[in-house]
């Protein structure tokens, strides 16, 4: 799909990121942030530049020193929708259901549009 290495972290500070890790640099580039948004359908996943709501793009580095946990595997979908937001090139369509079951909750999706 990209020639990036995407990776899925968890900050010191509880914040779930996705980002281009650069293992020369020991960082991850152009973060972006997870948020989980309730809805009347249940929870659904929004990826946010990791500044907004004063960035409205995603730019700048978080130094791995910053990484509390490393997830072993990054969803397929979620770095599909990541590099489309990064780029502003739609590489598919619809968007990831995380309802059906070892999801992040019932009644979950991921609206990264």
Known sequence: MSNYDIRLVK??????I???YDEAG???????????MPTQQ????????YGY?????????????HVMFEYSNCPEELKTKYIEALTN?????????????G???SG???DLG
């Open 42 to 49: 249940g929870t659904q996943m929004v990826l946010l530049p």
């Open 18 to 20: 996705v980002g281009k």
């Open 11 to 16: 900050l010191v500070s509880g914040e779930m």
């Open 26 to 36: 020991k960082k991850y580039d152009d973060p972006a942030t997870i948020q989980a």
């Open 89 to 101: 090139i739609s590489m598919s369509s619809g968007g990831l259901d995380l309802s059906g079951g």
């Open 103 to 105: 999801g992040m909750g």
């Open 53 to 65: 709501p004063f960035d409205q793009e995603m730019h700048g580095e978080i130094s791995f020193d």
């Open 108 to 110: 979950g999706g991921l």
